[in-house]
């Protein structure tokens, strides 16, 4: 070949060399017949890609939400967060802790960062999910002959709470109210279906108990004359409830 030693081309970059322009430098050639004029060249070392990407995240409805944080994708060089993240960006949501079940934007944007990346940002999702609500629901006192009553139990969401008897000679359900039907005791199941935003509630049972109605019996007044025979003695009732007669007393009083 014409050249007895070819010349190279050297630059200062390096892997870890900031973004910008280097120059390249030619040198160390060798010809019988040639003198050589070098020319230096530019490395331009280009901006890395650096992913700003807002966390996916998940809640319960009816709950704060979480802390929104970010993720840096694309970091090299044994770059981190803490080298490269000058100021740290803003992330908000839309959804507030009213908001129905559903998908909810994660907006990502601003902050400041190292001049070796080109920025970009990518946006989450919030998901917020059905909650299980718990009822609330206590022990119950009656008695005979009183009126249907509700039964009390609460629970956050605002599907109507049923209830259900397990013993129809004490208690029944008309209208989902509590309607006494005899003295002694009853399990009351109330039960709550799901909607969008809540699942189905758990099962609470309590104790109904239902005391007798106070029945108050009284002798008549009788008289008669010395030597006769007693008169019929008879009785009297005060107290009889829902429609009740004596015909309700499984043994009359004598």
């Not at 409805?61 to 993720?71: E, I, K, V």
């Not at 909810?104 to 080109?118: A, K, M």
């Amino acid at each position: 070949t014409a050249l007895s030693t070819a010349p190279t081309a050297t630059t200062t970059a390096t892997a870890a060399s900031p973004a910008g322009d280097y120059a390249i430098t030619a040198s160390g050639g060798v010809s019988a017949n040639y003198d050589f004029s070098y020319t230096a060249g530019t490395l331009t070392v280009d901006k890395a890609a650096l992913t700003v990407k807002a966390d996916n995240k998940i809640r319960a409805y009816n709950t704060a939400n979480p802390a929104l944080t970010a993720s840096y994708i694309g970091l090299v060089n044994g770059d981190t967060p803490a080298t490269v993240v000058l100021s740290a960006p803003s992330l908000s949501t839309t959804a507030t802790i009213s908001s129905p079940a559903g998908d909810y934007p994660i907006t990502v944007n601003g902050g400041s960062y190292s001049s070796n990346y080109t920025v970009s940002y990518s946006n989450g999702t919030l998901t917020v999910g059905s909650t299980t609500p718990t009822i609330t629901f206590a022990d119950m006192a009656k008695v005979y002959g009183d009126s249907d009553f509700e039964g009390g139990a609460s629970s956050p969401s605002p599907v109507t709470i049923t209830y259900s008897s397990d013993n129809a000679s004490v208690a029944t359900i008309v209208d989902n109210k509590i309607h006494i039907v005899g003295a002694g005791t009853a399990n009351i199941t109330a039960s709550q279906a799901g909607d969008g935003n809540y699942t189905a509630a758990a099962p609470v049972s309590k104790v109904l108990t239902v005391d007798k109605a106070i029945l108050t019996v009284t002798a008549a007044n009788q008289s008669k004359t010395y030597g006769s025979a007693n008169p019929a003695l008879t009785v009297s009732y005060s107290g009889f409830v829902n429609g009740d007669d004596a015909t309700a007393l499984s043994t009359a009083p004598t």
